[in-house]
């Protein structure tokens, strides 16, 4: 069974740099088909995709945030990863992370709280 | 940008027909999914490629996709369907989230 879970501080502050983890268990980050996907709910609204990427290590990102996210991929630890830059409270969301095959997100983590503030 | 549209709420009376819909240009040319996310969770896929459902989901979850339309039925909607369904597709190697529905069953 594939699992996802999140990880990484629960409060930066305004102008830093949002870092956070996407452990895999279950299945190889490696393996051919699947691409590996950062999403965010702000409080009380839809969901956004922010980007995902290969395990080859291509990345797509949403063109509202291209300039200032990261997204990574560490094969050794299996895991994933996001920075999201010059955060203000507008960035203040749910991030989950999820697994994309063939056009859909078939599993995801469930999710953490990420807080802007000073 | 490509842009998916969703009626903000839809309420159906138990065991009724819910049909909740997700408009877009030539939509019918892509593939549309659906998720179903109850309060304080992740979201859950309920229809993958248009009309297809994952193993688990109840047969009473149906889609369909053609022209400008994609749309999501629940037929004989329970109360434990009562959640947000936010629709997903894809342009140009980008994932695209409709702005999700509010399905009220009362």
């Known amino acids: 069974q594939v699992q996802l879970q999140e990880s990484g501080p629960g409060l930066v502050k305004p102008s830093q740099t949002l870092s956070l983890t996407c452990a895999v268990s279950?299945?190889?980050?490696?393996?051919?088909?699947?691409?590996w996907s950062w999403i965010r709910q702000p409080p009380g609204k839809g969901l956004e995709w922010i980007g995902h990427?290969?395990?080859?290590?291509?990345?797509y990102y949403n063109p509202s945030l291209k300039s200032r996210v990261t997204i990574s991929v560490d094969t050794s630890k299996n895991q994933f990863s996001l920075k999201l830059s010059s955060v203000t409270a507008a960035d203040t969301a749910v991030y989950y992370c999820?697994?994309?095959?063939?056009?859909?997100?078939?599993?995801w983590g469930k999710g953490t709280t990420v807080t802007v503030s000073s | 940008s490509y842009e998916l549209t969703q009626p903000p709420s839809v309420s159906v009376s138990p065991g009724q027909t819910a049909s909740i819909t997700c408009s877009g240009d030539k939509l019918g040319d892509k593939y549309v999914c659906w998720y179903q996310q109850k309060p304080g969770q992740s979201p859950v896929l309920v229809i993958y490629?248009?009309?297809k459902r994952p193993s688990g989901i109840p047969e009473r979850f149906s889609g369909s996709n053609s022209g400008n339309t994609a749309t999501l039925t629940i037929s004989g909607t329970q109360a434990m369907d009562e959640a947000d369904y936010y629709c997903?597709?894809?342009?140009?190697?980008?994932?695209?989230f409709g702005g999700g529905t509010k399905l009220t069953v009362l």
């Open positions: 997903q597709a894809w342009d140009s190697s980008t994932v695209i």
């Open positions: 279950g299945a190889s980050i490696s393996s051919g088909g699947y691409s």
């Open positions: 490629q248009d009309s």
């Open positions: 990427i290969y395990y080859s290590g291509n990345t």
């Open positions: 999820a697994r994309i095959t063939t056009y859909y997100m078939d599993v």
